[in-house]
Nanobody, 123 residues
Framework: QVQLVESGGGLVQIGGSLRLSCAAA????????VGWFRQVPGKEREFVGG????????DYADSVKGRFTISRDNAKNTVYLQMNRLKPEDTAVYYC????????????????WGQGTQVTVSS
């Protein structure tokens, strides 16, 4: 079992940057792929991007490609979401989630979730 805790959210201006962290507690974090999702009230949870268990493969939603970067440090049991050139439409609660080995764009495919961290992009 894995427990996930997100951090790093906050208020940022349009065009600014934030780095979110997803810290994991539990065994064998290096066997889990991690996905980042975001959600705004009244909408379904949206896939942002993901990284496989080794960090050798990443995948991104078209809406964030070229602006967001996911990386991981298995020695620290942490996955990062670097967000650059932020836009108002990036405002959401951001969640990390874990599943064995790979990632998926579908939230239902993940076994473990963090509690979320709020990101607000404002002018």
């Amino acid at each position: 079992q894995v427990q996930l805790v997100e951090s790093g959210g906050g208020l940022v201006q349009i065009g600014g940057s934030l780095r979110l962290s997803c810290a994991a507690a539990g065994r064998a974090f290096n066997t889990y792929g991690v996905g980042w999702f975001r959600q705004v009230p009244g909408k379904e949870r949206e896939f942002v991007g993901g990284i496989n268990y080794r960090g050798s493969s990443t995948d991104y939603a078209d809406s964030v490609k070229g602006r967001f970067t996911i990386s991981r440090d298995n020695a620290k049991n942490t996955v990062y979401l670097q967000m650059n050139r932020l836009k108002p439409e990036d405002t959401a609660v951001y969640y990390c989630a874990a599943r064995y080995w790979t990632t998926s764009t579908m939230a239902a495919h993940y076994d473990y979730w963090g509690q979320g961290t709020q990101v607000t992009v404002s002018s």
